[in-house]
């Protein structure tokens, strides 16, 4: 089974269109997530409620723990690769948390990141790691019959209309 590290903005995508139950569907009891991470995903329940339950029901279980000397190094030159600067601690947090529990942890060996951001992508695939974003996801939920390619493609569709910046695929060819 693959582990999945998922990054706030593909959990966020599923709560501005109130489908977390697919979200949850799709993840399969299979992914994971930092603490930093969980922070953001704290403080944004509060424009999103329904990620609530990814926090009251830990949907991800308990947050990677990153607090050695060496996952702080090696997160600060993530997080500074990723455009992160002294003066903004939390920009680009979550994303270098992630890739460095991907790196790091043995546990996390073949992890998959989950994440819609460009510059993380880029980052995580120069360091090796596989990428996901949430169209990815969706078709990967649909290939295991979770869900219907139609439903997918109206999901992508509403997150694109909120402005969620989801790749959208042309046809059913590019979904799969």
Known sequence: M???????????????????????????ERARWTQAVAQEIGRSVQYYPALKPLIDDRW?????????????????????????????????????????SILSRSELAGAVLLTEDRDAKYLARMKQ????????????????????WARASDVISRMDDEGRGVRVPANYQDFA
């Open 60 to 100: 991800l279980g308990e947050p990677i723990e990153l607090s050695s000397d060496n996952d702080r190094l090696g997160v600060g030159r993530l997080r500074t690769a990723l455009g992160g600067m002294p003066a903004e601690p939390l920009k680009h947090l979550g994303e270098a948390e992630s890739i460095h």
């Open 129 to 148: 790691v596989q990428v996901w974003d949430t169209t990815t996801l969706l078709a990967d939920a649909h290939a295991m019959g979770d869900v219907e």
């Open 2 to 28: 693959t582990i999945i590290v998922a990054d706030t903005c593909a959990l966020i995508n599923f709560a501005a269109v109130d489908e977390m139950g697919l979200l949850q569907t799709a993840l399969r």
